[in-house]
């Protein structure tokens, strides 16, 4: 059974920074392209960014690029996505998602509020 566990949701003010994790159990990790999601109160999910299976092409929504960065640890089945210079407008509950092929598998979300 395939599991996603995300961590490292919060509170913070604008400008600051977080660190979110999604910790993966029940599967191959390095054969999935794993992904980040977010959804704010009543707007569609969104892809915020990317990330292929070795780990060498990643992709940015255009209004994180530049303070975002997604990574992953194949060893540790670790996905990972640094947060910087973060805005009201990112808060949103965070989803990693994998992805191989037409399977698809969610974790439950993290929230991030971003305010003064």
């Known amino acids: 059974q395939v599991q996603l566990v995300e961590s490292g949701g919060g509170l913070v003010q604008p400008g600051g920074s977080l660190r979110l994790s999604c910790v993966a159990s029940?599967?191959?990790?390095?054969?999935?392209?794993m992904n980040w999601y977010r959804q704010a109160p009543g707007k569609e999910r969104e892809l915020v960014a990317n990330?292929?299976?070795?780990?060498?092409?990643?992709n940015y929504v255009d209004s994180v690029r530049g303070r975002f960065t997604i990574s992953r640890d194949n060893a540790k089945k670790t996905l990972v996505l640094q947060m910087n210079n973060l805005k009201p407008e990112d808060t949103a509950v965070y989803y990693c998602?994998?992805?191989?092929?037409?399977?698809?598998?969610w974790g439950q979300g993290t929230q991030v509020t971003v305010s003064s």
């Open positions: 998602q994998a992805r191989r092929g037409g399977f698809t598998s």
């Open positions: 029940g599967l191959i990790f390095n054969q999935y392209a």
């Open positions: 990330i292929n299976e070795v780990g060498n092409r990643k």
